[in-house]
């Protein structure tokens, strides 16, 4: 079975944008039955560079959702994603799939996941600093939830997902996501477009590789 690698071809190796770009959102309204992730991803090509080669859009979708059961197997989140593959929902949300190009030396601000997620990088690099404690769900709910005081005695690891590579975000994980200033990423995503972010004056850690204020005004 060919790889999900051999499945794209990216017709421009430049980031084409400045910003951050966010695809169409397609919600999952049954997960027994996905939106098709290569139709996705060729939908946004002009904004990426990169297409779902023809003919082998459907070992794509087969490949990805694998890839997904998979790494999910593999986690902490395993009884999470099952139970979101049974009710359609994580934490009370439904999720979405969406195509985002995240620009190089671009920082995101500290946040809380209130639901599962899925990263497949398609292109780049993405990185993270990820702390060793989790939130409980239940802190997580409503439209607008808060994420947590970061201590300065709780520990992070950095991370690097690169172009091929996937990342499982579970109920409650506390990261920062960012791109290095030598490139961004464009990636495909399982998510609800909800974060649970943390204001600066809550972060106590006082790391210089951490940018606690990205993202605030």
């Not at 999900?4 to 084409?16: I, Y």
């Not at 139970?83 to 809380?112: C, D």
């Not at 398609?122 to 005081?149: H, I, M």
Request: some cysteine.
């Amino acid at each position: 079975m060919e790889t999900l690698k051999e499945c794209l071809t990216v017709v421009d190796q430049k980031d084409r944008l400045g910003a951050v770009f966010l695809g169409p959102a397609h919600e999952v309204d049954d997960p027994k039955s996905f939106p098709s992730a290569s139709s996705i991803i060729n939908e946004s090509s002009d904004q990426t560079g990169i297409r779902i080669r023809s003919g082998h859009e459907s070992a794509f979708d087969v490949g990805w959702f694998q890839n997904m059961r998979k790494d999910f197997d593999e986690s902490d989140a395993a009884h999470e994603f099952d139970e979101y593959l049974k009710t359609g929902l994580s934490n009370g949300r439904k999720l979405r799939l969406q195509v985002m190009v995240i620009p190089a030396g671009m920082y995101f601000k500290i946040h809380a996941h209130p639901n599962i997620e899925f990263v497949r990088v398609l292109k780049g690099s993405f990185q993270e600093f990820r702390w060793a404690f989790r939130v409980p769900s239940e802190k997580l709910t409503g439209d607008c939830p808060t994420g947590p005081e970061i201590a300065a005695t709780q520990l992070f690891e950095h991370h690097e997902v690169k172009a091929g590579c996937c990342m499982v975000n579970e109920i409650g994980i506390v990261h920062q996501s960012f791109t290095s200033k030598e490139g961004g990423c464009s990636m495909l995503i399982l998510w609800s477009g909800c974060h649970a972010y943390t204001h600066p004056s809550s972060v106590k850690n006082t790391d210089d590789r951490l940018r606690p204020s990205a993202g605030w005004g």
